[in-house]
């Protein structure tokens, strides 16, 4: 919106010289949204918690320790979206598709996971809406914005995907290019779903994905810099930083109030929608590959799962006292701020080795 504004008055007005620098931006983008948070913060928890008698229902089999946050209102996540939404729009340039691809993403899966947590709450029952009826409007979701990606994307990338470690390497994936992005905006949804267990756990290597997405999204985005470092150039992804950065804003905002005691959960609410759009800008950016090193915790949270329904289904033996992985270190007796703080570690480590990828090729 500012954007627009400075072809009025920018010229007459100095601050809005200023709007036409994309880093410029991307730091407004991350201070609104930061400052937005903190802002409706109390009331948006005050507002969940007169709407959650009960809070967020907990699991019968989980660890006893969760025991003791029965009474924590959930769907904190409509704080991260309205805060991350808001700020995009104003520091964001709205003639740009990817843009708007990407609020789609995180609204139509914030919606989903709105209704799955309303389920939660209504039924008083840590089930929410049936697997099936979730994927299925996921993936109608991921649908459509994969098939707006290809048409704004450039003919040679529509349909591509890059190889990191190798210069401008591209498979053409042809009509199958569509399949495999429902399948990684999917996948990156559900397992930041499945990491969001332990207070403050998830929104911080969240955090860690979406600035990584940004410098991504900044140097894939600049053709001084994609021919310098030998990757595919995609015009128009610089606009994404804005929207990571106002993410890494909106995250920190939340984490106040997430830190452990967690005076709000985000819910499915908060984790599809996030964990959708990531998928979205690694998808856009050409990096679906780096998404599964930089966001590597989620990738172990998830087959953490899938090993152990696996093998109980197979054998009737389980290969981590509970699934996913977080719940494992917590029947081992580790403390839930030591799991927490370790996690991120792990995911600051990834994220280093993934923008690695940027340069070694």
Not at 309 to 316: E, I, N, Q
Request: proline share 4%.
């Amino acid at each position: 919106m500012l954007l627009h504004l400075y072809s009025f008055l920018g010229e007459n007005v100095p601050f809005f010289n200023l709007v036409q620098f994309l880093t410029f931006r991307s730091g407004g983008a991350l201070v609104t949204s930061l400052v937005m948070s903190f802002l409706i913060a109390p009331t948006i928890i005050a507002w969940l918690k007169s709407r959650q008698p009960g809070g967020q229902p907990i699991r019968d089999d989980g660890p006893e320790s969760h025991l003791k946050k029965a009474g924590t209102p959930t769907m904190g996540g409509f704080l991260i979206l309205l805060s991350m939404t808001f700020s995009t729009l104003i520091w964001a340039d709205l003639t740009n598709g990817f843009v708007w691809v990407i609020i789609l993403i995180s609204i139509g899966f914030g919606l989903i996971g709105f209704v799955d947590d309303y389920q939660k709450l209504t039924s008083r029952s840590p089930k929410g809406i049936s697997g099936r009826l979730k994927l299925i409007a996921e993936i109608i979701v991921a649908g459509i914005a994969s098939w707006w990606i290809t048409k704004l994307s450039a003919p040679d990338l529509a349909s591509s995907i890059a190889l990191p470690f190798l210069k401008d390497a591209l498979i053409n994936l042809g009509i199958f290019f569509i399949p495999a992005s429902i399948f990684v905006m999917v996948g990156a949804s559900n397992s930041v779903n499945l990491t969001d267990g332990l207070d403050g756990l998830a929104i911080v290597p969240v955090m860690i994905a979406a600035g990584s997405f940004g410098i991504i999204a900044w140097v894939v985005g600049n053709t001084v810099f994609a021919d310098y470092l030998l990757i595919n150039y995609v015009p128009g992804t610089g606009e994404l930083t804005v929207f990571c950065a106002a993410l890494v804003g909106a995250g920190l905002g939340f984490l106040w109030y997430n830190a452990p005691p967690a005076m709000v959960f985000m819910g499915d609410t908060g984790s599809l929608s996030m964990g959708g759009a990531i998928g979205g800008i690694a998808i856009i950016t050409k990096h679906e590959l780096v998404l599964a090193i930089i966001g590597g915790l989620f990738v172990l949270e998830t087959v953490s799962v899938i090993v152990q329904v696996a093998s109980f289904k197979l054998t009737g033996k389980r290969v981590f006292r509970m699934a996913p992985l977080h719940h494992h270190y917590e029947q081992k007796g580790w403390a839930e701020p030591t799991i927490v703080i370790r996690f991120w570690i792990i995911s600051v480590i990834l994220a280093l080795i993934g923008l690695s990828t940027l340069k070694l090729r």
